[in-house]
């Protein structure tokens, strides 16, 4: 594949330039010891310029640009945009802007500020030493105008004094100390890299800033702010006072008792409270790396004036006009509203399962938010993306990866039998053949995966190269009768439910595409109503020797179409009855069980519930983004922003709203459902 870039050049700092490529990924499981990045390669911040001479500024101009792991571009000291997302460096991702605004005649200058992570975590490629960015600028004839080469110069900012990691070795607290300035500028060094990349640029983030509509003194000569709700971004603020002085920062998802009034050690396992050392001055201070967070609080330690404080919001490009439900029902409106946030700044580069403590791609996850991202902007460009990264990652494993484009190696087979739901979701979207022609290699792929841990009937055994996930958090199991963390010897339902449901919905693709072969699921399913099925209470039991019926048992023979049918009314009950003792990932599954079978009713109910399992009890806790599990205290480290909670959306846009429009109606920009 010709470079995206013309012919620029790989341009990485002195530091990295001889070191050797650390290959990063492998099994879950691999008795393999995980790279140790040396201190010196942290929180690493290179500040990369190039200049070049413009006589007139072209019609159009257009900057293609990529960094390992992070980068800012600013052109003649205006900020242009940031990236990449996440990527394999067999598929790394890029960006394409038009940045004709930003140019003038005459000498013109651009800067990258050039970041590695440098520690193995869910966020970023890192810890592979890789480092370093590529930059073209064409006119529009296609002429370079500007590109990266042996040219540009560098200096460190070691201003960012940081070591302590929040979160799952997510960021790093942001200690700054302003009084250090960037190094003298050296000449970059050009390396050839081993990078492939993507054949379209990724899009880019939509970055804007919201002032607070709270903002109040604090006792201790302080600030407290409020923007209103939970988002995700950075915090900024001006600050005048004298050289040496601290400025203590501190953000959270709620608020707490102490003088600061941020609960800045937050639930989720993120304690973010850092200091800020001040140079004489007018200081200007932008955090640098994202997270979630509603509220702050900035004190200064001699009575420095702070200013203008206000946050610099970031997520994939969202309209918040295009969806809006009408209804009369204020439960109904909340719960669409705080699932709604959710998935808004929950969708950033990646779908990201929380915007804090870890900050990954998990394809499980995708499953629910893809489909309420899609339902509530139309775009399908990020599911697409995510799609071919998740592919991707057969790489490392031919049953693919749950955590995608990261250096954290992690395997959930429930996640992994679950790529037929987005092939489908995504052909249903666009009507792609051939993209869905792709999908069906990846869907037997995954079968022929999992066949390894088939016994004798086709039952999985044994499948634990993966974890087995049912539910999470585990207190949220119903009870399930099988322990599959303790790797207990075996066959349970979930497993085997979901890889029904992937070999049916695969033979549904095969059918689409007219695609010949002989079904396997008539044996799986009369295997499975063998093992699992109890004609005495007619349900589904959770372990083949077992008595017990969880919901969760239950609720995927429904979801996938495959319950025995003189059981189904009963089977359908029975998961009603139950309702939300589930975790708010398998929820999604629950609705979507009861409305295959037209219990649109049943499935609204359970969206208005008000018990302590219900999305109402996020609003009642003050929610304004949905929860990682039903409420604050139901998880030992809940976060609060965790888009995977947002599954009542694409249920009433596909199902209940279309059959009851009683309850209300979506609106989109271009049509009613």
Request: charged letters at 25%; one cysteine or more; a negative charge.
């Amino acid at each position: 594949m010709k470079s995206p870039f013309y012919d620029a050049e790989w341009i990485t700092a002195e530091e990295f330039a001889d070191q050797p490529v650390i290959n990063t990924y492998h099994k879950e499981y691999a008795d393999v010891p995980e790279p140790e990045c040396p201190e010196e390669f942290r929180n690493f911040h290179m500040l990369t310029t190039g200049e070049f001479e413009l006589c007139t500024v072209p019609e159009k101009a257009i900057v293609r640009v990529t960094a390992d792991d992070y980068y800012f571009l600013s052109v003649n000291d205006r900020f242009v945009c940031q990236g990449p997302a996440p990527g394999y460096p067999t598929r790394y991702h890029w960006n394409e802007t038009d940045v004709t605004e930003f140019l003038k005649p005459g000498l013109n200058r651009i800067t990258l500020h050039v970041y590695y992570h440098g520690l193995v975590c869910r966020a970023y490629t890192s810890a592979d030493r890789r480092q370093g960015c590529i930059l073209a600028i064409v006119d529009e004839n296609g002429n370079t105008i500007a590109k990266t080469d042996s040219r540009w110069r560098y200096s460190i900012d070691r201003s960012y004094t940081g070591t302590e990691v929040i979160g799952y070795n997510t960021i790093f607290k942001e200690g700054r100390d302003l009084r250090v300035k960037p190094e003298n500028e050296r000449p970059v060094r050009v390396k050839n890299v081993d990078y492939i990349f993507a054949k379209e640029p990724a899009v880019l983030l939509q970055v804007y800033e919201r002032a607070p509509v709270v903002t109040e003194p604090l006792e201790n000569g302080g600030w407290f702010v409020d923007f209103g709700e939970e988002l995700t971004g950075t915090l900024a603020f001006t600050a005048n006072g004298t050289a040496g002085e601290k400025v203590r920062v501190l953000i959270g998802e709620e608020t707490g008792d102490s003088d600061v009034r941020v609960r800045y050690n937050m639930r989720c396992s993120c304690d973010c409270d850092e200091y800020v050392i001040l140079d004489a001055g007018v200081n200007h201070y932008q955090q640098f790396d994202y997270r979630g967070f509603r509220y702050a609080a900035v004190v200064p330690e001699n009575g420095a004036g702070i200013t203008d404080l206000r946050a610099r919001v970031r997520h994939y490009p969202f309209d918040d006009d295009y969806c809006i439900l009408e209804t009369e029902d204020e439960i109904l409106q909340s719960v669409f509203q705080i699932c709604k946030n959710g998935v808004k700044y929950g969708a950033q580069e990646v779908y990201v399962d929380c915007p804090t403590r870890e900050k990954g791609q998990y394809s499980g996850d995708m499953t629910i938010t893809s489909g309420a991202q899609l339902a509530l902007t139309g775009d399908i460009r990020l599911l697409r993306k995510s799609m071919d990264d998740l592919i991707h990652s057969s790489f490392i494993c031919p049953g693919l990866m749950a955590v995608i484009t990261a250096g954290l190696n992690q395997e959930i087979a429930d996640y992994s039998l679950q790529f037929p739901i987005i092939a489908l979701r995504y052909y249903q979207y666009t009507g792609d053949r051939d993209y869905l022609a792709d999908c069906l290699e990846v869907c037997e792929q995954v079968i022929d995966y999992f066949k390894q841990f088939a016994r004798a009937d086709g039952l999985l055994e044994n499948a634990y190269d993966k974890w087995n996930l049912v539910d999470w958090p585990k207190n949220l199991r119903d009870d399930y009768d099988f322990d599959s963390e303790a790797h207990v010897s075996g066959v349970h339902n979930v497993l085997n439910a979901f890889y029904i449901g992937c070999v049916l919905q695969t033979e549904e693709i095969r059918a689409i595409l007219g695609v010949q072969k002989e079904k396997d699921s008539p044996a799986l399913i009369r295997a499975f109503e063998s093992a699992f099925f109890d004609a005495g209470t007619n349900l589904y039991t959770d372990s083949e020797h077992g008595s017990h019926s969880a919901l969760h048992s239950n609720i995927l023979p429904l979801f996938y179409g495959f319950a025995r049918k003189d059981a189904e009314e009963h089977l359908l009950r029975f998961i009603y009855e139950k309702g939300t003792v589930c975790g708010v990932y398998m929820a999604w599954f629950l609705l979507k069980a009861l409305c295959r079978y037209g219990r649109y009713d049943d499935a609204y109910r359970l969206i208005v519930d008000q018990g302590v399992h219900s999305w109402y009890n996020m609003v009642r806790e003050g929610g304004t983004t949905c929860f990682e599990a039903w409420g604050k205290d139901q998880k030992w480290n809940t976060s609060l922003c965790h888009p995977w909670a947002s599954g009542p959306i694409p249920v009433l846009y596909e199902d209940i709203l279309p059959n009851r429009p009683g309850y209300g109606r979506i609106i989109l920009k271009k049509e009613e459902i």
